[in-house]
């Protein structure tokens, strides 16, 4: 009896600290895609595909509020949205549309986390996108 309560005891114990370990920013990637290569490192990131369709989230690190985020897309067919977050607030960033090719810098941020989100409701083709926070 004691060694079942025991085990019980450690199971939620671990699912607890499961529950813990996920995260709490509420940005999760979902999407369907071909040909997708995406990268993500502390202060880069970088997608590119043949189609996709759903939400690539990144996670980015901000060291001073004096950064912004160098920014380029290009997309043959579709259209894209996407959003950054650094303060708990999703703000759009910037748009684009089939036969898009932007390079701009954006984005107020604050020390800590940004999130960058790329969404793409109905699918796209032949898209790269690249985020720099500098």
Do not use: P, W
């Not at 071909?34 to 939400?55: D, I, L, P, R, Y």
């Amino acid at each position: 009896m004691k060694k079942q309560l025991f085990i019980v005891l450690v199971a939620d114990i671990l699912a607890l600290l499961l529950l813990m370990l996920s995260g709490c920013n509420g940005y999760t990637s979902h999407y369907k895609a071909v040909a997708f290569v995406h990268t993500n490192t502390a202060k880069n990131a970088s997608m590119s595909f043949s189609s996709f369709e759903g939400s690539m989230v990144f996670k980015l690190k901000c060291e001073s509020a004096d950064e912004k985020i160098n920014y380029s897309a290009k997309l043959e067919n579709g259209s894209a949205k996407v959003f950054y977050d650094c303060d708990g607030t999703k703000t759009e960033l910037f748009s684009a549309h089939s036969g898009d090719d932007i390079s701009e810098i954006g984005g107020v941020l604050q020390k800590g986390t940004v999130y960058i989100i790329v969404e793409m409701s109905e699918e796209g083709q032949d898209g790269r996108f690249n985020f720099d926070i500098k």
